[in-house]
């Protein structure tokens, strides 16, 4: 069974850095990519990037291409999604999630909330 | 960029009605490269239907997509209870990868 768990909710200061988890397991790791989903309050999914962890090809969202690192560990079978410095605006669920072929999710993670607040 | 815009933004329904939602893109969606998803409250989302029309594993038979170019429809037969939550459709036929911003099935 394909499963993705993701590290706790977190609540941070503007301008602090933040690096949230997503630990896959019951496939190979390195086969599929891998993403990550934003869902701001009261808003919808945004598609914010994948990484193909058998190389480390990375494809951003115009919207977070620069503001948010997305990276994987195949020797932990974990991805990442990291900010250097957080807003405000960057409250939000974040979702991991398998990704097909650089197409569609088909598992995805229980969610992380960031919050950042002064 | 495609933009998909669904509608209508909420609907309205009972349970045992059947519903069909929309999905129009800005451009054609290359090869019908178009899934739909469910996001119940509190829950992930979960795909239910990918390439318009192919359900995914473990999807009921009542849910059903259809379409191609610029205009999708995801059908779902008898609304039980648990169908009573947000659909959002996703282009993956090009960069970059978007979705619409949902419709809301609430019960009337």
């Known amino acids: 069974e394909v499963q993705l768990v993701q590290s706790g909710a977190e609540v941070k200061k503007p301008g602090e850095s933040l690096k949230i988890s997503c630990k896959a397991s019951?496939?190979?790791?390195?086969?599929?990519?891998i993403g990550w989903v934003r869902q701001m309050p009261g808003r919808g999914l945004e598609w914010m990037g994948i990484?193909?962890?058998?190389?480390?090809?990375?494809r951003y969202g115009p919207s977070f291409q620069g503001q948010v690192t997305i990276s994987a560990d195949k020797s932990t079978n974990t991805a990442y999604l990291q900010w250097t410095s957080l807003k405000a605006s960057d409250t939000a669920i974040y979702y991991c999630?398998?990704?097909?072929?650089?197409?569609?999710?088909?598992?995805w993670g229980q969610g992380t909330r960031v919050t950042v607040s002064s | 960029d495609i933009v998909l815009t669904q509608s209508p933004g909420t609907l309205s329904a009972s349970p045992d009605q059947s519903v069909t939602l929309s999905c129009r893109a800005s451009?054609?969606?290359?090869?019908?490269?178009l899934a739909w998803y469910q996001h119940r409250p509190g829950q992930s989302p979960r795909l239910l239907i990918y390439?318009?029309?192919t359900r995914a594993i473990g999807i009921p038979e009542r849910f059903s997509g259809s379409g191609s170019g610029t205009d999708f429809t995801l059908t779902i037969s008898r609304l039980e209870p648990e169908d009573f939550a947000m659909y959002y459709c996703?282009?993956?036929?090009?960069?970059?990868?978007?979705f619409g911003q949902g419709t809301k099935i609430d019960v009337k």
């Open positions: 999630a398998r990704n097909i072929g650089t197409n569609f999710f088909n598992a």
């Open positions: 990484v193909y962890p058998g190389d480390s090809d990375t």
């Open positions: 390439e318009a029309s």
């Open positions: 019951g496939y190979i790791f390195t086969d599929d990519w």
């Open positions: 451009q054609t969606v290359n090869a019908n490269y």
């Open positions: 996703q282009q993956y036929g090009s960069s970059p990868r978007t």
